[in-house]
């Protein structure tokens, strides 16, 4: 990814790739003055959508916030 930052236009980004259900998202991080922003399949995105999206690939894989496996009743 090839960006600046859009607060201080500095070069030196920290950039985290993960994929989530099918969709890619991204976390970019200005080294410089610390402004972070997602994008989500290549566009820009709120954390708001980054969190509904992680909570459904959590529920839609019976995982629950600590990672294990959800009981099921016997």
Do not use: H, N, Y
């Given at each position: ?9 500095e070069?030196e980004?920290v950039?985290?790739?993960?994929g989530?259900?099918d969709h890619?998202l991204?976390?970019v ?31 839609s ?9 959800t009981?099921?009743?016997?």
């Open positions: 990814m090839d960006a600046l930052c859009p607060v201080c236009r070069k980004l950039i985290i790739e993960l989530v259900g890619e991204v976390l991080s200005c080294a410089a003055c610390g402004s972070r922003w997602w994008r989500r399949d290549g566009f820009e995105t709120q954390v708001a959508e980054v969190v509904e999206l992680a909570a459904t690939a959590a529920r894989t019976g995982r629950r916030k600590s990672g294990r496996p009981k099921t009743a016997s």
